[in-house]
């Protein structure tokens, strides 16, 4: 190692690293320790301030440990809170075989005739943006339901039909996993959902969508002044950089659970219909409970029409189409 | 072992000593005369040009933020582009640094002295625009903080913050450990400098002075913090490769991303420090200091990289390509033939078929080819990450239809910015601190005068 000369500067570099020991002053190299000199007094000072460290370290270790086990005790109460929630949650969405219900759709697409009417429906229920011409060219209106044409085989013998596509809302959502924030995430009840107000526009949950059908925000949304009356008041309006998509009507949950306490009955699954299926004009949609084997959906799901749109990757969409093939 | 090899005399110790002397002068000299001369109008120009880039970058990024996302050219399905590329790319180059400072540190790699310095440079300026693009590419990048107070353990996100401040923290301590030594060189030695320097060179050494006790806390501190970024280093770039490789996306979804993402970021820094050291070296000239002989070995090292880079490229795709899985084979014919081949082909020539001739002839092997082929490796390196990163996102697994992306004119604004803002700070830091690690190179001299034993070697007796 290289030596520098010592041009006498009072800061040692070790200080700062707090593993000073107790510094040889000048007088102690040039004299004997037999002549005693201020030096001892020095060390003596040295020492005193060394114990002194030794204090605050010890102090600052007992800080620390305390800190940690403050947060540590607020974030296990954090889970507690939650967990319970979620079991209050689960307990108040009990149907009627006393289950958690799985909420769940089944479109009939040999009954779809394409029409676009859950497409306007979903739009007003929804308060979603209208959009301009210069938008919609960029094709950056957002729709939650959006008619997708599917051609299959190759011509000359291909067939083509129209899939009224909507958030999938998987038992296995992928989307949910990636979001740093946890502002995605899969509610007791099966139904996806997306916190508006803590989503970050990281977009990772939309790549993550094999379905790609999930909807950021690009700009702010253009409503006409002044607002005209029907929009929804359930249904929050989502401004530029959040994500978005199909929430199953969820509000339209909760207006059903409290209306059905309000007149003092038992809430049944047919309370609760998501805006396009009631405005299907073919009643092609079906909506229900996928965990009652008596429901409409349950017993449709299991047809010999059924399948799942991907449902190679697992996700395990709980919209489920049906077809004659 | 070292080009100053030649001028020892090693049968006459005083000799030696004094000679040793006069080249740690002169060295002292050399490397501390730009911090003391007036810089030319060029560089006042240039500086002014960069800065004036990256004002201009800001103010896109606040039409951004005021407008949204829709100033970019992203729209759905491409929601990650050329802000996620360069992320990959920044966070890439600021590999080098730790690889030369710290790995090749512990392995006692004799070329590296003269790199150490401006590799760390680039690692420290590089970082912070690396970890600026997620931000700017965020939707609210006002609820960022957000990811701390509602952490989910289960996203790369989160690790990758995690990972990139702690390598960030971690090596601009590293940088500034490695500088109090010249700093209280510099402090002793330039007397006459600015006022304002002067003040900065005391301030910032801590009152170091040499001393044996001061050199031991300091190698140790440099020794355990090597192995601590070693490992940091190889978790930053596998993490930024696991965004991708953990989703359900054909052609980000395979194992071999983490590895290759991490050999990428090795390749593309390396050839970032010989472009800085070169024009370190031509500018302030210091070719007795860097010398042939250390661009000749650190263009062997890219060399071997260059090799491993094509290894990795192939092995990935020759597997993929026998998987032939229907949305799995689309992404790589999109890469092939389609619509991104020509970007594909022009990043596979400047990444293996241009630099593997330069830099394995001897006779091609020269400096000025040595930059050519370094700048074009980084530009071939910065293709990669777009033909990784948006052919995935235009091939929706549903036939959602055909797009296109090109970024917009606030896209190239902002990455042409951050450029330059690390170009910038790289040219400003040449001007306020020593470029080359003074005491390495001292410490390399020393070594070629008395070589150290090594400590396995069994005694003959």
């Known amino acids: 190692m290289m030596q520098q000369k010592n041009n006498g500067v009072a800061f040692e570099f070790d200080e700062l690293l707090f593993v000073s020991k107790p510094k040889r002053t000048s007088c102690c190299m040039s004299q004997t320790q037999t002549q005693g000199c201020e030096c001892s007094q020095a060390q003596e000072a040295v020492e005193n301030a060394k114990s002194e460290g030794g204090w605050l370290r010890r102090k600052f270790v007992g800080l620390f440990g305390a800190l940690m086990a403050a947060v540590g005790t607020l974030m296990f109460k954090r889970k507690l809170a939650a967990a319970e929630s979620s079991k209050k949650a689960s307990q108040h969405g009990e149907g009627k075989n006393g289950h958690t219900p799985k909420w769940g759709m089944v479109i009939d697409l040999d009954k779809c005739t394409g029409c676009g009417a859950c497409v306007v429906a979903c739009s007003v229920e929804n308060n979603m943006m209208l959009g301009n011409a210069q938008l919609a060219e960029q094709s950056r209106v957002i729709r939650w339901i959006h008619l997708l044409p599917m051609i299959e085989g190759e011509y000359p013998n291909i067939k083509a039909r129209l899939l009224p596509m909507l958030c999938q809302h998987c038992d296995d959502p992928p989307c949910i996993y990636v979001c740093p924030v946890s502002a995605t995430y899969k509610d007791p009840e099966g139904l996806v959902a997306q916190i508006y107000p803590r989503c970050i526009g990281c977009r990772y949950c939309v790549n993550n969508c094999p379905y790609t059908i999930k909807y950021f925000n690009w700009s702010d949304p253009e409503f006409p002044q002044p607002i005209p009356k029907g929009f929804n008041p359930d249904v929050a309006v989502r401004y530029k950089g959040i994500v978005e998509k199909c929430t199953f009507c969820h509000h339209r949950l909760q207006i059903a659970r409290e209306k059905a306490k309000a007149e003092g009955r038992e809430f049944k699954a047919e309370d609760y219909v998501p805006a396009c299926v009631e405005a299907c004009p073919a009643k092609a949609i079906y909506f229900g409970d996928l965990n009652d084997p008596e429901s409409e959906v349950s017993k449709l799901a299991h047809s010999r029409r059924a399948f799942k749109l991907l449902e190679e990757l697992g996700t395990d969409p709980k919209v489920i189409y049906l077809s004659e093939g | ?461």
């Open chain 2, 1 to 461: 072992m070292h080009k100053h090899e030649s001028v020892v005399n090693a049968n006459n110790a005083t000799n030696a000593d004094e000679e040793i002397r006069a080249l740690e002068e002169q060295l002292e000299t050399d490397v501390l005369r730009p911090l003391v001369t007036k810089p030319s109008r060029e560089y006042y120009l240039i500086c002014g040009f960069l800065a004036a880039v990256f004002l201009f970058a800001l103010f896109a990024w606040s039409t951004q933020l005021w407008n949204g996302l829709i100033v970019t050219g992203l729209n759905a399905p491409v929601f990650w582009g050329v802000y996620i590329v360069n992320f990959v790319f920044f966070i890439g180059i600021s590999h080098a640094g730790t690889l030369i400072s710290s790995i090749l540190r512990i392995a006692n790699v004799e070329w590296r002295r003269p790199f150490t310095r401006m590799a760390e440079a680039v690692t420290v300026f590089s970082l912070p625009f690396g970890a600026l693009c997620p931000i700017v590419d965020m939707g609210r990048p006002d609820r960022v903080f957000m990811i701390i107070k509602h952490p989910h353990g289960t996203s790369p996100i989160l690790w990758d913050i995690i990972c990139i401040s702690t390598y960030l923290t971690t090596s601009c301590f590293y940088f500034y450990l490695s500088l109090i030594p010249d700093l209280a060189t510099a402090r002793d030695r330039l007397k006459n400098a600015h006022p304002f320097k002067l003040w900065l060179y005391k301030t910032l050494s801590l009152g170091w002075t040499g001393t044996e006790r001061q050199w031991r806390i300091l190698d140790t501190i440099m020794t355990v913090m090597s192995v601590l970024l070693f490992i940091i280093v190889i978790s930053v770039h596998t993490n930024v490769s696991f965004v991708f490789a953990v989703t359900f996306k054909p052609g980000w979804h395979t194992t071999i991303l983490p590895p290759f993402f991490v050999l990428g970021a090795i390749f593309s820094g390396i050839a970032t420090v010989i472009v800085v050291m070169a024009a370190v070296r031509k500018y302030f000239g210091l070719e007795r200091w860097v010398t042939d002989w250390h661009f000749d070995r650190i263009a062997a090292f890219l060399l071997a990289l260059t090799c491993f880079w094509f290894y990795a490229m192939f092995v990935e795709h020759l597997l993929t390509i026998y998987l032939h899985e229907p949305a799995e084979m689309r992404i790589i014919l999109e890469r092939f033939v389609g619509r991104f081949s020509l970007m594909f082909w022009v990043m596979f020539a400047l990444c293996f078929i241009v630099p593997l001739p330069i830099l394995a002839v001897r006779k091609w092997r020269t400096i000025p080819n040595l930059v050519i082929v370094s700048l074009l490796i980084n530009v071939g390196m910065w293709l990669e990450r777009y033909v990784i990163i948006v052919p995935s996102n235009l091939n929706t697994l549903l036939p959602w239809g055909t797009f296109h992306y090109f970024p917009s004119w606030v896209e190239i604004a902002i990455t042409a910015g951050w450029f330059s803002g690390f170009i910038l700070l790289l040219l400003l830091f040449a001007r306020f601190f020593p470029t080359i690690a003074i005491w390495e190179v001292k410490e390399g001299l020393h070594a070629a005068y008395k070589p150290r034993q090594p400590v396995f070697v069994k005694s003959e007796s």
